[in-house]
């Protein structure tokens, strides 16, 4: 983070500068009250909440820690009554900071991780899921099993052995941090009694209900996650696909029409798309948020769906091929051409259009979740900012960089990035990329999630030498930088070459501060990258534009289109693009096609090596 980034925080300004402080008539001179909206953001380590005015600014931003606990590895569990006390605490500090008025707040909006809580069905209290008891032993009320929890082996295993229909939906394969492998595990080891008294909610779900203290479901969640298919799509009837939950073990989930995931809409349950409400805040919920009940409520969304919201709306003015000349700048459809990149630990990509597009290793397509009849693709790198710090930290010359970084007062990163241009001035280098020319990195070391959809890759490295210097740890990082861009524009020419139509990358997260990175990407990718307005705060941001879609709902429950909020409340962002230098782009061409190489390299030998000790045993 930039020293000065407190300093120029939009919140930090006034609050008290009112857009519209008095009326123009001068008979009646009445201060308007300015309408506020909150989002909710609950990502893995923390709850945030942010308020947001009526031109779309944030005025107030606030976070608390999550509670997370490992009972043993790869088992990760969270609590809803801990998470619920870290939204309503983190909401009075962002009232607080920004001196709100409470009866100025129209209306919530919810995002949080694709993780699974449980509660039960007679009494609403949460249903511990740690064995071998799930009896909340410590009293924590641990509920949830968070998104990357990987109990679920076998199940997961069954799931994709049926080869059912509906695992087009999801890129050929239903993820193990997807809900039903969850849910499925809790039948296989929950005393059956428990179980059959089972709800079963994806988190943004569990806390709408908490909200509101309605039963109703998010297309976003269980379209996403948990394996409901849209009524209409493929023959879909009821949405849940009854033949499924039966084939892999889950048959007792069908009865009362599905009641215990939601029911079936407009007949035992709810559901809606992004944003529209679905009740109001209850008086509880009030009293423990310091609100007044009755606030509009949206229908939440997943976390990497909120950063879609908060950054394809900003306002651009972008050069060339970008913006499709053929409607309005502002036209949802622009919304087709613009690729959002939410980058953190990992990286979700995620891509509207009009009609369903099939991608190898991309989740989706998915109908409704976030504007009603669209669909929405989902891509990943499993890690990115996850993979820049394994590659720094396990530098022999991590220790030494990081105190000179220190004592600049600086973050590794703008030390390494600052460390890189004194190289290339050194060498009298054309550009950075050129100091890498003969070092390449392939970095898929947690394994790959798109396009390739391969657990099992791992990384390799052509050009190591004996260097231990910390020249040597700028080199690996900017070759580690160079293959995050390289593996988007592989994303992303997958994505068109099926049918996609990007030609913009709209980024969120803490890599947009990535002068070096950001600029690699738009090369590497030839297209531009925008960079939102709000860089830490665009998920949140796009969670309170839900409040503020629910809140625009009338006596008929029409509310405003979501795309025409986003349009109305996004601001500006920062375009970077991509570098004019023709040789610069054929070098990262031919490394690109190296790339690719070391893709088939990998394969071709880890089959080979397969078949040599094929029956080798001890």
């Not at 039903?180 to 179980?195: C, T």
């Not at 948990?226 to 879909?236: K, L, R, W």
């Not at 009940?293 to 229908?299: D, H, K, M």
């Not at 700028?474 to 996609?500: C, D, K």
Request: charged residues 20%; hydrophobic residues 35%; negative net charge.
């Amino acid at each position: 983070m930039d020293r000065n980034h407190h300093s120029n925080m939009p919140y930090r300004q006034p609050s008290r500068q009112q857009s519209r402080q008095m009326s123009v008539d001068p008979h009646h001179e009445v201060r308007v009250v300015q309408q506020h909206y909150i989002g909710i953001d609950v990502g893995t380590g923390s709850a945030r909440a942010c308020i947001m005015n009526e031109k779309g600014d944030i005025v107030g931003l606030a976070s608390e820690a999550i509670g997370l606990w490992q009972p043993e590895t790869g088992f990760y569990e969270q609590s809803t009554s801990n998470i619920w006390r870290c939204i309503c605490d983190s909401i009075k500090r962002a009232m607080q900071q920004g001196n709100i008025d409470a009866n100025s707040i129209r209306g919530i909006g919810f995002d949080a991780t694709c993780s699974l809580a449980v509660f039960r069905e007679d009494t609403d209290e949460p249903v511990a899921v740690t064995g071998p008891k799930f009896d909340n032993q410590d009293g924590n009320d641990r509920n949830v099993i968070l998104w990357l929890d990987h109990r679920p082996v076998e199940e997961t295993k069954k799931i994709n052995a049926t080869d059912h229909n509906l695992l087009r939906y999801v890129g050929g394969q239903m993820s193990i941090e997807m809900e039903i492998p969850k849910v499925l595990w809790l039948k296989n080891n929950m005393p059956k009694e428990l179980f059959d008294k089972c709800n079963f909610y994806d988190l943004t779900d569990a806390l709408t209900h908490l909200a509101t203290g309605n039963e109703t479901r998010s297309y976003c969640s269980v379209v996403c996650k948990q394996g409901f298919v849209p009524v209409g799509v493929d023959g879909s009837v009821k949405g849940w696909q009854g033949d499924f939950l039966t084939a892999i073990g889950l048959e007792d989930l069908c009865q009362d029409d599905f009641k215990r995931m939601g029911g079936v809409n407009g007949v035992n349950g709810h559901y809606f798309t992004a944003g529209e409400k679905i009740g109001v805040l209850s008086d509880k919920a009030a009293a423990d948020m310091g609100l007044v009940p009755g606030i509009a409520v949206g229908s939440g969304v997943i976390d990497a769906y909120a950063g879609w919201i908060g950054t394809v709306g900003a306002k651009v003015n972008l050069k060339g091929d970008s913006i499709s000349s053929d409607v309005p700048k502002n036209h949802v459809s622009q919304a087709f051409t613009r690729l959002a990149a939410v980058a953190g630990t990992s990286t979700c990509h995620l891509a509207m259009s009009e009609k369903p597009v099939f991608v190898n290793g991309v989740w989706g397509p998915y109908r409704d979740v976030l504007i009603p009849d669209y669909w929405m693709a989902e891509g990943g790198q499993s890690a990115t900012g996850e993979l820049l710090k394994h590659v720094i930290e396990t530098h022999p010359a991590f220790n030494e960089a990081y105190s000179v970084a220190e004592s600049f007062n600086a973050n590794i990163y703008d030390y390494l990035n600052e460390h890189l241009r004194e190289m290339q001035e050194k060498a009298d280098a054309p550009t950075i990329s050129y100091l890498g020319r003969h070092f390449f990195f392939y970095g898929d070391l947690f394994g790959n999630r798109s396009p390739i959809a391969d657990p099992d890759m791992r990384g390799s490295i052509i050009g190591l030498s004996s260097d231990k210097s910390i020249d040597s740890l700028a080199l690996h990082y900017y070759a580690t930088m160079e293959f995050i861009a390289l593996q988007t524009h592989q994303i992303v020419e997958s994505m068109n070459t099926a049918g996609h139509v990007i030609s913009s990358i709209f980024m969120s997260g803490s890599q947009c501060q990535n002068d070096v990175l950001m600029s690699l990407m738009a090369t590497a990718c030839d297209m531009p990258v925008l960079i939102p307005r709000y860089v830490h705060a665009a998920v949140v941001h796009g969670a309170a534009m839900l409040g503020a879609k629910a809140a625009s709902t009338d006596k008929d429950g029409k509310s405003e289109a979501l795309w025409d909020i986003m349009d109305r409340l996004s601001k500006p962002g920062k375009a970077v693009y991509p570098g004019k230098d023709e040789q610069e782009k054929k070098l990262l061409h031919t490394k690109y096609e190296v790339f690719l190489e070391q893709i088939a390299q990998q394969k071709r030998i880890r089959t080979n090596i397969d078949e040599a000790v094929k029956g080798w045993k001890r």
